[in-house]
């Protein structure tokens, strides 16, 4: 790397600058922190039926589907917990990611905020900006997991401040569709603090919300856990 950039390239790396990454590989990271260091191989379609259209409430018949599949093991089981507590970190009063906690549950996930190259000039622009959040939740034993981006925000830029809520907003229906139960008395100061700020502003974006299988140990990050899909559903 270094032979390919420049000094300033090296000292711009550090805060996320010069390199870019897709919606797809930023959620199998933090996918794979989730499962326990495991990174898994991502499907975006669960499975494909042929149904009889002739008969009206048949399920169909499963001519395709998609199972876990464990690529390699990306970090250590200790690294991966140890990223969970810091990702924790985010989502509370002293984090950058406050408005992303989603009562009841615990939420680990990072915030992001990246300038776009201003076409004109060649240049990182100073008003033109993707902001998001990726995390999962609940971070003790994870069952879903969702990136949220926002391209080109109206007003602030932050993705703590644009795309943190709307995070909050679908992780606050996810669960409960899964069937996850909540723990009401989670973090009701972090949560309060949440709910006191703004809602979720009207923006234009991407979410994705994708679910967790559920080939794991029900004792959290702590225990040995099998690789699981992260990417069993979109």
Known sequence: VRRQC?????AWIWIGQVIGVPPLQVITAVSA??????????????????IDLQRVGGEGRVVRESSPQVRRRAVSEGTAREMVRILEGV?????????????????AGKTGTAQKID????????????????????AEDPAVAILVMIDEPEGEGWG??????????????????LKVPPQPSLNEQVLTASLKARSAPKVRGTASAVKVSDAVA????????APRNVFEAE
């Open 6 to 10: 420049s000094n300033r390239f090296l």
């Open 91 to 107: 989502v509370s009063k002293s984090g950058t990611g406050l408005l992303a906690a989603i009562p009841g549950y615990s939420v």
């Open 218 to 225: 029900s004792s959290g990050l702590g225990a040995h856990r």
């Open 119 to 138: 076409p004109a000039t060649g240049r990182y622009s100073r008003h033109a900006f993707v902001s998001s959040f990726v995390g999962f939740a609940p």
């Open 160 to 177: 703590g401040t644009v795309a943190a809520p709307v995070f909050s907003t679908i992780g606050r229906e996810v669960p409960h569709y």
């Open 33 to 50: 922190i989730a499962n326990g260091g495991w990174l898994m191989t991502p499907h975006l379609i669960r499975q494909v039926k042929e």
